[in-house]
């Protein structure tokens, strides 16, 4: 493990780097758009423009990134999003930012999907399980840390987009100082949403709903703290716990979905997000503790929602079919994060700030009625029968992050021999004299 982690110190230094960026800029890029007197729906725009270029990047990135390499790959990239952030001060346009967002998705994207196949390929299938974790609390803890970055600089003036334009930049210097061989190419598969309607729909709809849920507080939680008269300091507070709560109860609620029926645990947990959600539109913020500990509970179980979903879709998909599938329902995940800023942001138009906790309870009610419905369905699948639960990011992360998830892998591992050596070419030419030297 240790020399796992030797190897994969400077993939996950840039990893970390990049979520560092995104996490203080999803959150400064609202509360920019807010102050420049932009429509709430069209912030809500801004949400669902980034995680259309996340959509984006998983289709068309791969090929691109297989035919220059996965360095310069991650180099461009890192340049084309860092650009795209500092063009944002310099066009005051809702439209304008619209575009660049996609951009930045995109670009943010591919960089992820280089990093993730790197990990993937790196990991054996004894440690797998544990570099995801490790991965996973890296990305958690940038993302939460990202928010601390909004007390740095005036949200009005224009160091924060250089604060993350750095971070951007500085992040492509551990991958291309690094020693390691490139990983093999990045495939690129997934199922209709169709064919896996077919095979669990109660997946299908948690992911989408997972996606809703997910894009909603990551695009518009900052815009409602404003909105209900936050400071900064304590919007980066409230951003910060939101996000880094996601690693509090995935280890405990996965436990539980590994020994009973999934469909309960899915359902135990809706209504807790949405519980959780409906009491945020009471509390006020000066019960600030009382507050920030709600906001934690809302996070922490929303963001167990999507690896419950792909846990129980694992559970009836075909072993071979297992890396598709997880593509598949990533997509799907990213068609409800699409539209879960716009919906939010709508709400909040409609009803004020409090809207978006009652878009995501609304969301977490559809889900549990459609899984209680399922449940009349479907037996209970033996507990021997089930595949583990393993945690899986979901909006810190780009929609590759399936691929890593060690049960896509039980069944096929590929290899990072690297190049050969001059040693081993001398190896394999002398093996091939002995072997012609004994036949006859």
Known sequence: MRAVLAQLSALLLSVGLIQLGHGAFGSFLGLRADLEGFPTTLIGVLGSAFYLGTILGTLRTPALINRIGHIRAFAAFAAISAAAVMVYPLFIDPYVWIGLRVVFGFSLCAMAIVGESWLNNRSTNETRGTMLSIYMMVSFLAIGLGQLALNIGDPSGTQLFLIVALCLVLAVVPVAVTRSTHPDPV?????????????????????????????AYFGMAAIYARQIGLSVAEISVFMGTLMVSGLLLQLPIGRLSDIVDRRWVIVGTCLGTGASGAAMTFLSPADWWLFLAVTALFGGLAACIYPLAIAHANDFIEPHDLVPASGGLVLCYGVGAIAGPLSAAWTMELIGPAGIFIFTSITCVAIVTFTLYRSTRRKLLPTVEKDPYVPLPDAVSMPVSSDVDPRAMEYFEPQDVGPPTPDDAAEAENAAVAGAKSTP
């Open 187 to 215: 495939t690129s598969s997934h199922f209709g949403m169709r064919r896996l309607y077919e095979i669990s729909p109660g997946a299908v709809i948690a992911c989408i709903g997972s996606g809703l849920v997910t894009g």
